[in-house]
């Protein structure tokens, strides 16, 4: 009897989930982004016409996969809302991680086309010595702002493993 390999898959090979990294440009300067963010685009960043060959590609497959945007700050794109309605009008279910900026508030009725919106909160006193002095108050605005549509993600770490349950005790309250 054959062996199992080469003719039934054991797995589906069409990816569930692409994660684009849309840019390296950031307003903030997380102590532990590995995307080494500034405030300038990298020279090799998909334009939007290659990012929008990139989502033929996805659309194409059937499902497609799910396309997180994010970044560095992907909010920093000109063409961000424009890659998103593409992206949705081919059927491909986007979210997006921002970076906690003004923006993010500023263009949440926007962001509301998306499926959903990752947002970083890292602590009580922790989350302001990663992401930058006041961005702890702004998180919990645009958390206010955004409501259920969010997905909160947390760094833990030795330094704020501590302050676990009161961040949980502050998202369910």
């Known amino acids: 009897m054959p062996g199992l390999r080469g003719h039934v ?5 069409r990816p569930v ?3 684009w990294e849309t840019t390296k440009a950031c307003p903030l300067s997380c102590k532990h982004c590995r995307a080494e ?10 334009s939007t016409a290659e990012g929008m060959k990139l989502m033929e590609e996805l659309s194409s ?3 497609p996969p799910a396309l997180i945007l994010s970044g560095g700050d992907p909010m920093m794109r000109k063409d961000i809302f424009e890659l998103i309605d593409n992206a949705i009008e081919m059927g491909i279910p986007v979210g997006i991680a921002p970076a906690n900026t003004e923006k993010v508030l500023e263009r949440a009725d926007e962001l509301s086309k998306v ?3 990752s947002i970083s909160l890292d ?3 922790m989350h302001d010595k990663i992401r930058g002095e006041g961005n702890f108050e702004l998180t919990l605005r645009i958390l206010r702002k955004l409501k259920d549509r969010v997905q909160v993600n947390t760094l833990v770490a030795r330094e ?3 302050e676990i349950p009161y961040v949980l005790d502050l998202l369910l309250h």
């Open 61 to 63: 497959l059937n499902p």
């Open 17 to 19: 989930l692409v994660l």
């Open 9 to 13: 898959p054991l797995y589906d090979e």
């Open 37 to 46: 963010a500034d405030m300038n685009p990298a020279p090799d960043e998909l």
């Open 160 to 162: 704020n493993v501590k």
């Open 115 to 117: 499926r959903s919106i």
């Open 123 to 125: 602590g009580i006193t």
